[in-house]
């Protein structure tokens, strides 16, 4: 059985930062990938930024510049850094973690809530 949970959400003023983690936990064999997606009110999920084990990175055009994310393998936990946020970067954040444990397989957390105030 293997978890996902994301933490470090919360409310900021506009021009703050804020660090989300992804932990995984259970039965793991090595992870492929951990991405992080975010989803506003009445929009479609979209991806924010993605980390491969070797530490390959790839950001949206949104959060370019502003946004890093980073893993520790040994602790199987992944950190996404946000500064300088914006009001429109209000939507709850999910991580996505790409795990082999016998079978490979994505899983997902239950999602963090971001909230940018102007």
């Known amino acids: 059985q293997v978890q996902v949970m994301e933490s470090g959400g919360g409310l900021v003023q506009a021009g703050g930062s804020l660090r989300l983690s992804c932990a995984a936990s259970?039965?793991?064999?090595?992870?492929?990938?951990m991405t992080w997606y975010r989803q506003a009110p009445g929009k479609q999920r979209e991806l924010v930024a993605r980390?491969?084990?070797?530490?390959?990175?790839d950001y949206s055009d949104s959060v370019k510049g502003r946004f890093t994310i980073s893993i520790h393998n040994a602790e199987n936990t992944a950190y996404l850094q946000m500064n300088s946020l914006k009001p429109e970067d209000t939507a709850v954040y999910y991580c996505?973690?790409?795990?082999?444990?016998?079978?490979?397989?994505?899983?997902w957390g239950q999602g963090t809530q971001v909230t940018v105030s102007s």
């Open positions: 996505n973690a790409n795990i082999y444990s016998g079978v490979e397989y994505n899983y």
């Open positions: 980390i491969t084990s070797s530490g390959n990175t």
């Open positions: 259970g039965r793991i064999f090595s992870i492929n990938a």
